[in-house]
């Protein structure tokens, strides 16, 4: 079973700045997976970015990055060069095996022109 | 490929009414779970269905919930005797394979927005 936590509700960000996104998970799983998720208003999921638990190196797609640190389960999310098309829902997600995803409560982030 | 497909998108009914959710999975996928969404949550698991068979059920609700993937046809999440707490988006999910060693990503579909007057 898995707990995942944001603790942020909304953030904001300018547009072309950086912004950081929180989530803390706990897990008995030795073996595991973590997601980042972007809803927009669409209510469309999207996936933005995964990490292997047993992967050392960050994960990043373009402008998305994230810091994974394990020890203290900790899996934030980096958005640089952040685009009024940024602006969503985004959920933090934990996963073990293929099924059974366990998201937080989410982060309502808004892009300032 | 088409993605995930979930009709209706909307669905309004009234108390007491049931409501039928259907979801038809990527092509390929054999795997489909299904998720609620109340307002302002996160999505929550329900049930994990492989074709003709429930793998995994422990987020459903004990009664008026139940779903179903037959061998041919889409995936149904049927609701008796609905009541406002139900007013929630209802996601659906598909991969093609499950295993507990790797991970399979879910592709979601777009979601199905119930309410109950």
């Known amino acids: 079973a898995q707990t995942v936590t944001q603790s942020q509700p909304e953030m904001s960000v300018q547009e072309a700045e950086t912004v950081t996104l929180s989530c803390t998970y706990d897990t008995s799983e030795s073996d595991y997976y973590l997601f980042w998720y972007k809803q927009p208003p669409s209510r469309q999921m999207i996936l933005v970015i995964r990490?292997?638990?047993?992967?050392?190196q960050n994960a990043t797609e373009n402008r998305f990055s994230v810091n994974f640190q394990k020890a203290a389960k900790s899996f934030s999310l980096k958005i640089s060069d952040s685009q009024l098309g940024d602006a969503a829902m985004y959920f933090c997600a934990a996963g073990a095996g293929s099924y059974q995803l366990t998201f937080g409560k989410g982060t309502k982030l808004s892009v300032i022109p | 490929n088409a993605g995930v497909m979930q009709n209706p998108r909307h669905l309004v009914r009234r108390r007491g009414q049931e409501a039928r959710l259907r979801c038809s999975p990527m092509k390929g996928h054999s795997h489909v779970y299904w998720y609620r969404q109340l307002p302002e949550e996160g999505l929550k698991f329900m049930v994990y269905l492989q074709k003709e068979n429930i793998i995994d059920e422990s987020g459903m609700p004990k009664e008026r919930f139940s779903a179903e993937f037959p061998k041919e046809g889409p995936s149904i999440l049927r609701i008796q005797q609905v009541v406002r707490g139900d007013s929630a988006a209802y996601f659906c999910?598909?991969?093609?394979?499950?295993?507990?060693?790797?991970?399979?990503?879910?592709?979601f579909g777009p979601g199905t927005r119930l309410t109950v007057l």
């Open positions: 999910a598909s991969s093609p394979r499950a295993s507990l060693r790797t991970y399979n990503e879910q592709f």
């Open positions: 990490q292997e638990a047993y992967k050392q």
